[in-house]
């Protein structure tokens, strides 16, 4: 382990230059300028006097939806989960494996104790016993600062040794969906489980268990310390928030943008530098290959939750691929039914059969339209998790939008 200051390429590129390895340790916010910037007094001062429903009331006021791509409203989980005895679990799904996706590893690379101290609120609003962080082991680098962060907390007494346990994904993606990674958590295969029950009920080892998105918790401690106009106080579209928008492709300026929830694909190219260079806004893909992708016609819908619902997609995690005149709207919904194909858990037959006969259709010259809407029809109605209702929205939404090209 090393450390360099910026992980930017350059950087990289010269630390692989002199045979480092990985992981390469950007520069964060590590915990003594945390405490001195104020941090950890918001948590001490609700343990001592604190109201949990106070909390809660203050996070529903800033309008905190789930992060991770479902959207749910944050503070009704804590709810549903008081609701349930204990002991009862928080688990911080930090497995972001959706293509495009990286506002997560962005936020902890660089502020982390805002993430720790956000989980802890949480844990102590829903008086969880264990908190499990489960983060992706393709981020070396976060798992590196998180086990050392973690270690200066037990130090410095802010948490008890073991409160936070810190679990490593192994690279499926199906483990970010809450239920497979309660399963991974308790060391079984990572695959869903059917709902009802759900996870506020009979989560990690069948216990109630608050699942969060890492974002999610990061706004938690924002919420808490500043109050909840850090989030409500934007307004654009008629949309209230900020939103995290992961964006890569064909803008001059890629990574996350934290813009107003109402912005839409013109205003996230804008804000990502511009297209590049003689490349013009053909397509996006919204939230991530489960949310397909749009045509660059639709440049007046903001990207925000239950925006994209009508124009048969959604936001998720807010992970937006920019493609050009130069790009293949085929090839790119191609490219998503086999990922979704490699990483089909294989439970059930709708999703794990659909997948595979998917990507043979859409290999054909020219796509079996009827036979294709009535696979997305088995796999939409039929699959017991999102991997399998979304995938059919990259098929559904080629064939409604980019036509002439299948
Ligand atoms: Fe597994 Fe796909 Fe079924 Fe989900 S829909 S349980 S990923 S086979």
């Not at 530098?273 to 919204?286: I, R």
């Not at 294989?346 to 009535?374: F, H, I, N, S, Y």
Request: aromatic share 8%; charged share 25%.
């Amino acid at each position: 382990h090393y450390h360099v200051d910026h992980a930017t390429p350059e950087n990289v590129l010269a630390a692989v230059a002199e045979k480092k390895t990985h992981p390469v340790i950007p520069e964060y916010r590590a915990l003594d300028e945390y405490v001195s910037d104020g941090g950890y007094e918001e948590l001490e001062r609700l343990r001592t006097s604190g109201d949990w429903e106070d909390v809660q009331a203050k996070v529903a006021e800033g309008g905190l939806r789930g992060l991770g791509g479902a959207g749910f409203p944050s503070n009704r989980k804590w709810g549903f989960v008081r609701a349930n005895p204990g002991p009862r679990y928080l688990a911080v799904n930090g497995d972001e494996g959706e293509p495009g996706t990286f506002k997560d590893r962005y936020f902890l690379e660089r502020d982390p104790h805002l993430f720790l101290e956000g989980m802890l609120i949480a844990g102590w609003a829903v008086e969880a016993q264990t908190c499990f962080i489960y983060m992706r082991d393709e981020y070396p680098a976060v798992l590196h600062i998180l086990a050392k962060e973690i270690e200066a907390l037990e130090a410095a007494g802010i948490v008890q040794p073991g409160y936070i346990e810190l679990r490593r994904g192994a690279g499926a993606y199906i483990c970010g969906e809450e239920s497979a990674m309660i399963e991974s958590i308790e060391g079984k295969r990572g695959i869903p489980r059917h709902r009802p029950p759900y996870v506020a009920q009979i989560g990690v080892f069948d216990r109630p268990t608050l699942v969060h998105n890492v974002e999610s918790l990061y706004w938690v401690a924002q919420i808490v310390r500043y109050g909840p106009q850090v989030l409500n106080s934007v307004e654009k579209n008629g949309r209230q928030g900020l939103r995290s928008y992961s964006v890569s492709g064909r803008v001059k300026n890629p990574g996350v943008h934290l813009l107003p929830a109402g912005s839409t694909i013109l205003d996230i190219v804008e804000a990502a530098g511009g297209m590049l260079d003689g490349h013009v806004l053909k397509a996006y893909q919204p939230g991530g290959p489960s949310s397909g992708l749009l045509p660059a016609s639709l440049d007046d819908v903001p990207l925000d939750f239950d925006t994209l619902q009508p124009h048969g997609s959604f936001i998720g995690s807010a992970a937006v691929v920019v493609l050009s005149d130069q790009d293949s709207c085929r090839d790119a919904a191609l490219n998503m039914l086999r990922f979704f194909e490699d990483e089909s858990c294989g439970q059930c037959t709708p999703c794990r059969v659909g997948c595979e006969k998917a990507v043979k259709l859409m290999e054909a010259d020219t796509w079996d339209r009827d036979l294709l809407e009535e696979l997305s029809s088995a796999m939409v109605d039929a699959s017991i998790c999102g991997l399998g209702q979304a995938a059919p929205n990259a098929i559904r939404l080629t064939m409604k939008h980019f036509s002439d090209e299948v």
